[in-house]
Every structure is written in structure tokens, then in C-alpha cells.
Nanobody, 114 residues
Framework: VQLQASGGGLVQAGGSLRLSCAAS????????MGWYRQAPGKQRELVAA???????NYADSVKGRFTISRDNAKNTVYLEMNSLKAEDTAVYYC?????????WGQGTQVIVSS
């Protein structure tokens, strides 16, 4: 399984970005997909996750601002980020979890300027 994340960049506070993560392989539709982030000097943390039936959960810090979604036909998971804040600055990673194994993408940098 390979994951390719994209969509990061530099945005002003209050702005929006949409991250995408495309997965190879045939297990995407039955896998749990997640977006994580790691800010400088901090541990990697879960931002949002979505399971195969579309149910999702979010970190408290992003509830109401971020939306995770998946397109099983395209083997892609998205993270729509609105009302971005400086504290959202981090490298964002996607993760696929299936059969007890985790597969990580390479990360995409998000920088929010205040």
C-alpha cells in the first residue's frame, strides 16, 4: 500500500485548504483512514478519521472547522480545512489502517500565517 498526500501550502489565518491522500491497492474501501499532524517540537496527533461506512471523528481542536471525507471509487481521502489558525501549522500525514497494520503517507506541509 502506498499513500500520496498533497494539497498543503501557505495560507493566511482564516483561509482554507483541501488536503488529498490517494492510496494504491484494493483495500482502501474497507480501511480506516486518518489524517494526523505534527507541529515542530510536538508529538504527532490525530486530526480526523473516517471508517469504511463513512463515520468520522475529530480532534476537539478542529471540530466545526475541518471535514474528512472519502471517495472509495478514487481511493482518496480528503481533509477540508476552513477557518485555519496559526496553531494548525504542521506537517499533515494520512494513514491507512487495515488488518492491524498502519501505512503512512509522506506528509504535506501546512503553514498558516497570522
Amino acid at each position: 500500500v502506498q499513500l500520496q498526500a498533497s494539497g498543503g501550502g501557505l495560507v493566511q489565518a482564516g483561509g482554507s485548504l483541501r488536503l488529498s491522500c490517494a492510496a494504491s491497492g484494493s483495500i482502501f474501501s474497507i480501511s480506516r483512514m486518518g489524517w494526523y499532524r505534527q507541529a515542530p517540537g510536538k508529538q504527532r496527533e490525530l486530526v480526523a478519521a473516517v471508517v469504511s461506512d463513512g463515520s468520522s471523528n475529530y480532534a476537539d481542536s478542529v471540530k466545526g472547522r475541518f471535514t474528512i471525507s472519502r471517495d472509495n471509487a478514487k481511493n482518496t481521502v480528503y481533509l477540508e480545512m476552513n477557518s485555519l489558525k496559526a496553531e494548525d501549522t504542521a506537517v499533515y500525514y494520512c494513514k491507512l489502517r487495515w488488518s492491524g497494520r498502519d501505512y503512512w503517507g509522506q506528509g504535506t506541509q501546512v503553514i498558516v500565517s497570522s
